[in-house]
């Protein structure tokens, strides 16, 4: 996958991989066998949950306030106890050795990298203990309320 990827072309300078979503869609789509492009890309059953979300997810907009005379914002917070450079989690999910063979540990990585925390999944490829020892900051995996993981 990563060779697709890194052969990917944007009209950004060298260093940037991807200008726009599209074309990380597009590089994923062609790097991915077509069985595990629609366990990614689908949903479950007659995908109206994923149907609903994508609509509702549309019905967002980000408001940039150019010019207003502010210093630059940041977007820096924290949530549960963990710092974020900005307020995003990545989301857990299974069979995420299908995507890469380092799965959630470079998911994490990145995130680690960019100050976004990773959750965990428990039917990952790796273990929480070797996805937190690749990257002890951003590992995390949610607990209920006794402290058993969720």
Do not use: K
Not at 37 to 52: I, S, V
Not at 96 to 115: K, N, S, T, W
Request: aromatic share 8%; charged share 20%.
């Amino acid at each position: 996958m990563t060779d697709a990827i890194a052969g990917t072309r944007t009209f950004y300078g060298a260093t940037e991989r991807f200008a726009t979503l599209d074309e990380v869609v597009d590089a994923c789509r062609s790097a991915l066998s077509d069985d595990v492009w629609d366990f990614l890309e689908g949903g479950a059953g007659a995908e109206t949950t994923l149907r609903a979300n994508r609509e509702a997810f549309g019905r967002w907009t980000f408001r940039p306030r150019a010019m207003s005379g502010r210093e630059r914002p940041s977007t820096a917070t924290t949530f549960l106890g963990i710092s974020l450079a900005l307020p995003l989690l990545t989301a857990p999910f299974g069979a995420d050795g299908l995507f890469h063979p380092d799965g959630q540990i470079a998911v994490a990585r990145a995130g680690a990298a960019e100050g976004v925390a990773a959750i965990v999944p428990e039917a990952g490829t790796h273990p929480l203990e070797r996805v937190a020892e690749a990257a002890p900051a951003s590992a995390h995996r949610p607990t209920a309320p006794d402290g058993a993981a969720g």
